[in-house]
């Protein structure tokens, strides 16, 4: 799950750190929470055209992502802050542990891969899993994720880095890591989900 705060090119994103540094603890315990990566962008750095505030969730109870999102705690005060944004929920195909995993993460990346109307799918999602596998022995990855949006019909891959994504992750997106919670992260299953 992810959502996007794109925030007007002259923001202080000062203001982003500190709400980070002051409130970023408060999932730390969150039943259902495998993991939260606190993201930003800031615009002209590592060539992000935007300010922005982007969490990215990796929950192993779908229940406790329902319950986050309308049932009171930490989504309330983002949407008391910068009101209600569209949360993106895809659907989970594999994690990979990095050896990176017991370091705190620095930087992220998602990259995002069309799923042509003509492509094969079961070729697809399992050349996209052989590279996640791949991806999982990478010095300096803390953890990835492959899910797929079919709302879109595309791949999602998200992934934690110690220091920063390397440039060979080509057009991923690339983030700011403020801080992990990860009440759940031995919860997750490792490789595929099925």
């Known amino acids: ?3 996007d705060i794109t925030l007007p090119a002259d923001y202080d994103m000062t ?5 980070v540094a002051t409130r970023g603890h408060a999932l730390d315990d969150r039943a259902g929470l495998g993991l939260k990566a606190y993201l930003i962008r800031e615009r002209g750095a590592a060539g992000s055209p935007v300010n922005q ?3 990215f969730y990796l929950w192993h109870d ?3 992502m329902g319950e986050f999102l309308v049932g009171g705690g930490g989504f309330q005060g983002i949407v008391a802050d910068f009101g209600r944004p569209a949360v ?5 195909l594999a994690v990979e542990p990095g050896p990176a995993r017991g370091t705190a993460p620095r930087a992220a990346s998602r990259l995002l891969t069309p799923l042509p109307e003509t492509a094969d799918l079961t070729v697809c999602v399992a050349e996209a899993l052989a590279g996640l596998r791949a991806l999982g022995g990478s010095a300096g990855l803390h953890t990835a994720a492959l899910a797929l949006d079919p709302d879109r019909w595309r791949l999602v891959t998200f992934a934690l880095w ?3 994504a390397p440039g060979a992750h080509g057009d991923a997106e690339r983030y700011e890591v403020l801080h992990v919670s990860t009440p ?3 919860l997750l299953p490792e490789g595929r989900a099925w």
């Open 62 to 64: 779908a229940g406790r």
């Open 88 to 92: 993106r929920q895809w659907t989970g």
């Open 53 to 55: 505030y982007a969490p």
């Open 1 to 3: 799950m992810q959502y």
């Open 15 to 19: 203001t982003i750190r500190e709400r």
């Open 162 to 164: 110690e220091r920063e």
């Open 184 to 186: 759940g992260l031995a």
